[in-house]
């Protein structure tokens, strides 16, 4: 037996389709990025709000049978097959197995299949308690005809819509945070209810017409403390009135604490929750910045209002600052740059994001930048280093491009007072503003200017200034006319932007990628 | 070129590198400085022509030298507040001077603004500038920080077109700059307003004696043709014929 299940485990193991299959379940299941889950999901959905809606139907209307056939066998079907996925990709039992076996084999003890069978079941066994694992058991039920009664758990079913909403996770993760006072208020308010629920049993069953069980005084203090009053039973006596007034009182004031428990709850993750939806809006969007540090720098790079930096979030450790980046309307978290799980949070995998590490201090800096590489390499980095004597360590921290503030302002000042009328040519090139955008055209591979001469492009007609071609590391300038433009070339042209976006438009290329 | 006096106040962050850059261009520089330490740092790099003086006072900026014969006043001090107070006091001392002053917030620049100078230079309005031009375009914005700050190889370079030059009456289309190996970027034209026009903004342009050109190049290139544009007509024509 030992042997067969062995042999059983090693040849599910092996075997690349069954791996295959079971992936492809998994991800069916829980991978956002599958292409089929969504598809999955929508179907889920649509045959349980049918089947509710039969439910309701039914009970007023006849109901045709293949519409019955419907609810009774197929729903429940998928519903199982659903079920049962989830309960086979839970774990792997043949893993396990093999594992157990090869670790037996290595120690050379005796291997007893049946622990490790036992193990993988409990495993199972503790998956099929949950929650989620119970509703969806639940809604298959009702394809049990001759218990009419299991009809109600189709009700059940609409549970399983929950899955597919992250905010009831939400809520009950919010409420879990909160698990020992509300447990507490539980046992408090059972308390009550028990004590008043027994103590009017005991003064009215024989006073009072309406009170005959025990469970009529529950229900009583029940409705009681709960502040809804139906008034089909109500005390006779005074002592009963004066355990009413008791209840009522405490049912108030139990209200109101779990309320302001459930409330202070939210409003303490409420900023997490905010944050988790900035994070998640950000990485569906697939390309964008983060700002580390909202200073100076970052106040006037924002300001600019370009229109290429639609997506950013700035992330500051300082709240005043980031409460201050709220006011002027930006996207901020508070947060520690440097930290792992903060930058973790960013799909570096599926997204384009640049990073710029814009704070005042050098260390800070860099310590963003080695936390930033230690996540992704695919990240672009941007650092700012105040002192210069830093640059080659922001280089070694994997930092792609440096900048330097104080070296910037000192060129320009520079080129102010040396070139004082080209001042003004240059400013407006690096600004990009009026007549004079320096661009780069990136040739690739199937470009359609690749292969041409630079004749042929005619520059000098589309108003553009051809300066020169960036060809691996070396920049040609101002070639002979005859040159052949090849791929991977980035070619430097000067000119208005309608010249330069009509350039684009007949080359049909990509400027400025 | 001719040597311009330029007058640097502040020989602290910005102060230190203007002074040495401007002193290897052979520029004719003054350095004034109100700390002592500065002071010290300046005399002891070398330059000569430094002076100690209380900048809060008009006494001490009108007494010892006439600032008015000055090209530029560069107002580079590393305490913003005297720096504003300096542009200030310089502004109405030397009415027809052009102030240029660096500062290093908006609230800054604006005081500095109404203070007087000419030029401000916002130390973080052009980072800020840089990093847009590094995420939208790196190797353009690499290329050109070269092209601007190199001294050799590739940079820009102001010409004045003499009277009796080659250039004088020719349209820029005429022209054939790739011929003496630089490209023509734009040009100020003293018939329009002094304005700069650059070669991409698709008017036809006649080049006038009194106009200055600014070319890209090569540094031997540009000044060959710096040269070159001093001759007349004639002058290029019997050089052919040799």
Not at chain 1, 355 to 375: G, W
Not at chain 1, 429 to 449: F, P, Y
Not at chain 2, 50 to 61: A, C, I, K, P, Q
Not at chain 2, 108 to 113: D, E, G, Y
Request: hydrophobic share 45%; proline share 2%.
């Amino acid at each position: 037996m030992n042997r067969l299940i062995v042999y059983f485990a090693l040849l599910l193991y092996h075997s690349r389709r069954y791996k295959k299959a079971k992936q492809f379940a998994r991800d069916l299941l829980f991978d956002q990025n599958n292409i089929y889950k969504k598809y999955f999901d929508l179907t889920i959905i649509f045959l349980v709000i049918t089947s509710v809606f039969i439910l309701i139907y039914e009970v007023k209307h006849e109901v045709p049978r293949w519409l019955d056939n419907y609810d009774i066998y197929f729903v429940s079907i998928v519903f199982a097959i659903e079920y049962m996925l989830r309960l086979w990709v839970h774990n792997d039992l043949s893993v396990m197995i093999i594992n157990e076996y090869n670790d037996a084999k290595f120690l050379g003890k005796d291997f007893n299949v049946f622990r490790v069978l036992k193990k993988g079941l409990y495993q199972k066994l503790k998956y099929m308690i949950t929650p989620s694992a119970i509703v969806d058991l639940l809604a298959i039920l009702p394809a049990y005809r001759p218990l009419r009664i299991l009809r109600v758990f189709i009700l059940f079913r609409v549970f399983k819509l929950l899955r597919y909403t992250k905010s009831i996770n939400q809520f009950v993760d919010v409420i879990t945070t909160k698990k020992f006072e509300l447990l507490t208020l539980l046992f408090l308010l059972f308390f009550i209810v028990f004590t008043s629920g027994i103590a009017i049993y005991i003064l009215e069953a024989d006073k009072n017409p309406h009170i005959h069980t025990l469970f009529d005084g529950i229900y009583w203090a029940v409705v009681t403390v709960a502040t809804v009053g139906y008034g089909d039973i109500a005390p006779v006596t005074d002592v009963g009135r004066a355990i009413s007034i008791l209840i009522i009182i405490s049912g108030i004031a139990m209200i109101s604490f779990v309320t302001s428990i459930i409330v202070s709850a939210f409003s303490e993750r409420l900023y997490e929750i905010k944050e988790h939806k900035v994070v998640t809006e950000l990485n569906k969007s697939r390309s964008f910045l983060v700002i580390c540090g909202y200073g100076q720098l970052t106040k006037m790079f924002l300001r600019q209002n370009r229109k290429n930096i639609d997506n950013h979030v700035i992330i500051d450790n300082n709240l005043q600052r980031v409460i201050e980046a709220k006011k002027s309307g930006y996207v901020a978290i508070h947060d520690n740059a440097s930290s792992y799980a903060t930058m973790s949070k960013f799909d570096a995998e599926n997204s384009d994001i640049t990073v710029l590490a814009l704070t005042a201090s050098d260390v800070e800096n860099i310590y963003i930048a080695l936390n930033v590489r230690s996540i992704s390499r695919k990240i672009r980095l941007v650092g700012r280093v105040n002192d210069p004597e830093n640059i080659d360590k922001f280089r070694h921290a994997g930092v792609d491009e440096i900048l330097i503030p104080n070296i910037v302002a000192n060129t320009m000042v520079y080129t102010a007072i040396t070139q004082p009328t080209m001042y003004k040519a240059i400013h407006a090139i690096l600004t990009g503003k009026g007549v004079a955008n320096i661009d780069e055209i990136h040739v690739h591979q199937s470009h359609g200017i690749a292969g041409r001469a630079i004749k042929e492009l005619h520059f000098k007609e589309s108003k553009l200034l051809f300066i020169g071609i960036q060809r691996e590391k070396e920049f040609i300038f101002n070639p002979p006319s005859s040159e052949i433009i090849q791929p991977h070339d980035i070619l430097l042209v000067m000119g208005r932007k309608i010249s330069l976006d009509y350039f684009k438009s007949i080359h049909k290329g990509n400027i400025n990628v | 070129m001719s040597r311009k006096k330029i007058a640097i106040f502040g020989y602290g962050n910005h102060g230190k590198y203007l002074a040495q850059g401007l002193h290897r261009d052979g520029f004719d520089i003054t350095i004034i400085e109100s700390d002592k330490t500065f002071y010290k740092d300046a005399k002891s790099d070398g330059f000569e022509d430094v002076h100690l003086l209380d900048v809060t006072r008009d006494s001490e900026l009108t007494g010892k030298i006439d600032f008015g014969e000055y090209a530029q006043l560069v107002c580079v001090m590393d305490d913003e507040h005297l720096n504003v107070f300096l542009t200030l006091s310089l502004s109405s001392l030397y009415k027809d001077s052009y102030i240029l002053a660096i500062s290093d917030s908006v609230n800054v620049t604006k005081k500095l603004k109404m203070a007087g100078a000419s030029k401000v230079i916002d130390l973080y309005d052009v980072s800020a500038n840089k990093i847009y031009n590094i995420l939208d375009k790196p190797v353009a914005t690499r290329l050109l920080e070269e092209f601007v700050v190199n001294r050799k190889g590739i940079t820009f370079k102001e010409m004045l077109i003499p009277e009796g030059s080659f250039l004088d009456q020719m349209m820029v289309d005429d022209v054939n700059f790739s011929k003496y190996g630089v490209l023509f970027i734009g040009m100020i034209d003293e018939e329009k307003a002094h304005s700069f026009i650059f070669v991409t903004a698709g008017l036809e342009h006649k080049l006038d004696a009194g106009d200055t050109i600014v070319c890209l190049g090569e540094k031997e290139h540009l000044n060959a043709f710096a040269r070159l544009i001093k001759k007349s007509k004639d002058d290029i024509s019997i050089e052919a014929k040799i």
